[in-house]
């Protein structure tokens, strides 16, 4: 999927913006004590007041355009920003629009 069609929707764009300061827009992780590796999807349910379904469907799209990466701790997955693929992304519409 196309990162602009990902970013059509507000709440894929709020989780990023979440994801961009974890630790200000999400409580402290019970079973790891750092966001090193994102934050964990349950967090970002709550958030967003969303269906687990709603917030996994959105989560798969944004990781299929390369915009999060998952890391997996035991049963929970969690998610943090590809810094990479954003500013590359930013940087071609800079210098196509």
């Known amino acids: 999927m196309e990162i602009s069609k990902v970013l ?3 709440t894929r ?5 979440w994801l961009k300061d974890p630790e200000s ?5 019970q079973d790891i004590d750092h ?3 994102g934050v964990c999807v349950g967090y970002i349910q709550d958030k967003a007041g ?11 799209s944004m990781q299929n355009a390369d915009l999060i990466i998952p890391t997996r701790h035991g049963k929970w997955t969690y998610y943090r920003r590809n810094e990479e693929v954003i500013k ?3 940087k071609s519409l800079q210098q196509n629009l």
Not at 25 to 29: L, T, V
Not at 50 to 60: A, G, K, P, V
Request: glycine fraction near 0%; avoid cysteine.
């Open 13 to 17: 764009v709020r989780i990023l913006k």
């Open 8 to 10: 059509a929707n507000q």
């Open 25 to 29: 827009n999400f409580p402290p992780h």
């Open 88 to 90: 590359s992304y930013i």
């Open 35 to 37: 966001f090193d590796d």
């Open 50 to 60: 969303l269906s687990q379904s709603t917030i996994s469907t959105y989560l798969t």
